[in-house]
């Protein structure tokens, strides 16, 4: 069994910038693929960002790219999520995720394994 540990969250001014950390443990495997997920009350999960295996497989929303950057630390089994010029419209309940397999994939339903959940608040 894996478990994800997200944190990082808070509340922040509209153009700031939160950095987002998940940590895996437990039965780790590779290769892997990490992703982020956001969540509002009441509405579906929605795809963020995704890492795969390669440094070079990445996956945006369009509505975070060139604002949020996903990265990852095999060696610590970490995942990050920068998040710059933050909007009220980034306030949500953020979820890392993590998959085996080295691609990134933005459907939700692949992803085996949830972090419990960070808050993030953009005030305007």
């Known amino acids: 069994q894996v478990q994800l540990v997200d944190s990082g969250g808070g509340l922040v001014q509209a153009g700031g910038s939160l950095r987002l950390s998940c940590a895996a443990s437990g039965r780790t495997f590779s290769p892997y693929s990490m992703a982020w997920f956001r969540q509002l009350p009441g509405k579906e999960r929605q795809f963020v960002a995704a890492?795969?295996?390669?440094?070079?497989?990445?996956l945006y929303l369009n509505a975070v790219k060139g604002r949020f950057t996903i990265s990852r630390d095999k060696a610590k089994n970490t995942v990050f999520l920068q998040m710059n010029s933050l909007q009220p419209e980034d306030t949500a309940v953020y979820y890392c995720a993590a998959r085996a397999g080295g691609s990134a994939v933005y459907t939700a339903s692949l992803y085996d394994y949830w972090g419990q959940g960070t808050q993030v608040t953009v005030s305007s």
């Open positions: 890492a795969g295996w390669s440094p070079d497989n990445t």
